[in-house]
């Protein structure tokens, strides 16, 4: 997956920002940069829901288009428990609308990341999951390696596995 990482303004933020850059269906991205202000500490479907409305008439109207999105806030680097919240439901809320969206982005004043599937998993977990989550036993796992978590992967848990053989 190409990077979108030079499409996003430079580091440094006043205040928390979600901004909306569409893409065309050949991956370039267009000059629509589209920013929500007075964003809520946590996501709420009133703003979700119509949001994900909007992309998708936008995308439509580009032929196959998608949408990134960026989560902005002044401060350090780490990824807050809100933050993960706001990824997981802004990927549940176009999932849901069936609009496609590439993985969210956060940048602060140090550093812009890709919230990879491992970085949401902490937002996911206090969920119970059902039958329609997972219908039956999975054929296989795989195990992607970010590098945020790259070192629990690589001495925790693999000591872990080793032990249960």
């Known amino acids: 997956m190409a990077t ?6 430079p580091l440094g933020f006043s205040e928390r920002l979600l901004w909306v850059i569409l893409l065309t269906a050949e991956g370039r991205v267009t000059p629509v940069v589209q920013q929500v202000e007075d964003l809520p500490r946590l996501p709420d479907p009133g703003l979700l829901d ?6 998708g008439q936008v995308c439509g109207e580009l032929g196959e288009g998608t949408a990134a999105v960026l989560l902005s806030r002044p401060g350090g680097a780490s990824i807050t428990p809100a933050e993960r919240t706001w990824a997981q439901q802004l990927s549940d809320a176009a999932a849901a609308a ?10 602060n004043h140090d550093e812009l990341v890709t919230l990879s599937p ?19 036993a999975p054929v296989l796992a795989v ?3 970010s ?3 790259r070192r629990v992967d690589v ?3 693999r000591s872990r596995y080793e032990a249960i053989g």
């Open 4 to 9: 979108l990482a030079p499409s996003w303004v």
């Open 50 to 55: 119509p949001l994900m409305s909007v992309i």
């Open 98 to 107: 069936d609009e496609r969206l590439w993985p969210v982005h956060l940048a």
């Open 118 to 136: 491992d970085d949401l998993a902490p937002a996911a977990r206090g969920r119970r999951l059902t039958a329609l989550d997972l219908p039956a």
């Open 143 to 145: 195990k992607v390696l």
């Open 147 to 149: 590098p945020t978590t």
């Open 155 to 157: 001495t925790l848990k």
